[in-house]
């Protein structure tokens, strides 16, 4: 079949990577050059650890409290949006102990999913960084120590291992540098790659089998007999036999185009790396107060985070990117870093649905679509897994995961 694939990042990709090797012809449609988009950026974690939905009990209460500081990692810019108020009620209703335990199993298939088919990529492609040295999960007060125990509680049980330290276990493991920490959960299945090196592996894989568009920009669609005929975009129209809607933080304003109801938000995040670093961290870490990712990748070290929910928006708030050395500062009170230079920061919209959860799936509306999108913290962790999952769609295959709970319809009045 022709197969025409919106938007190239992770989602958009991985799908190509499965469609064309079950014989299809693929195109990938994006706006964008495809250089540096929120695939190219970010931290680079694998992390089947991530098994509860960022709509979870405690999130309120913890968002409420960030709001009000400028620095903190979770910010919600108050503005007069009816879409951002009613994925405010979604999420509200979502953050409770039920959805996550509905949640929990299908996030972990998905991870474990991932993870395999990552192995595979990573003898089959260029080189692209992948590293299975885990994950720390790292605490300074009390109260991050209970909540991070009760996770690594909870993973064990749902068998994915998870191991308490003390400061001095967590110190044996980070030989170069000293951490000033109350102690940390170490999850050993969790992995890390690259992100820039594998969106170059996987176009370069892509280069001679996959037809590329960039710089072109979906604008509608023609509607008939609930098919899209025709995509129309800012450089004519082109015609698919089946369409991937993978469009990240935009796919709710496509979706409209659609008359679909898929609630999105950009999560903006920013990331900085530092280059040459003679004694690098040695295990990915999250520095649970501030939230903030650390990931080696080679002689490099990256740090990312804070999440602002400020619509389609691009600018850089420096007062957040402080806060993210701030918090380097504390837990790695050696480690000289300084903020940044505004260019030297990057930042990239992490697609969030109002559960926590990806859309994938089709939609019984329009018959020669499948939507895969919203994988928010997650979408490098879970993208191999979705574009699988998209080929299975295709394919008419019976697919390795049950996708109920990702139905895209999920949300549909
Ligand atoms: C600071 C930070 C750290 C992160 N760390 C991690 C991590 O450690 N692990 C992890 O798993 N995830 C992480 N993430 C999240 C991850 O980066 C995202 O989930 C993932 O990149 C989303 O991929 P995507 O393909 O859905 O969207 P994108 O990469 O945004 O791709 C969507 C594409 O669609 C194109 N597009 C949109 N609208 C149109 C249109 N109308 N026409 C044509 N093209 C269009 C866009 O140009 C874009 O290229 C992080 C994110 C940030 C910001």
Redesign the pocket.
Known sequence: MKIGI???????LSSAYYLQKSGHEVTV????D?TN???Y???????PSHFIPLAAPGMIAKGIRWMFDSSSPFYVKPRWSGDLVRWGIQFYRHATEAHVQKSAGVLKELSLLSKSLYQTWSKELLDFGYNEKGLLMLYQTSDAEHEEKETARLANQYGIEARVLSADEVQQLETHVRVNVRGGILFPGDA?LT?HLLMESLKNNLNEKANFKTN????DFNISEKKIKSVV?NRGEFSFDEIIL??????GD?AKKLKLNLPMQA?????FTLPDISKNIQIPSILIEGKV?V?PMGNSLRF???MEINGLDHSINMKRVKGIVDTVSRFYPELKIETPAMEKTW?????CSPDGLPYIGRTPSIQNLTIA?G?????????PATGKLVSEIINGEKTSIDLSALTPHRYQR
């Open positions: 919106i938007g190239g990042g992770i989602i958009g449609i994006d706006q964008s495809l988009g929120c695939s950026g970010n931290a680079g974690m694998i992390v890390h992100p072109t920009a979906v604008k975009t993978a469009t990240g933080s935009w796919s496509v999560g903006k995040g920013y990331s990712a990931t990312g985070g804070t930042h990239g919209l992490r697609p999108t994988h928010s913290m997650l979408g490098i962790s879970l993208g």
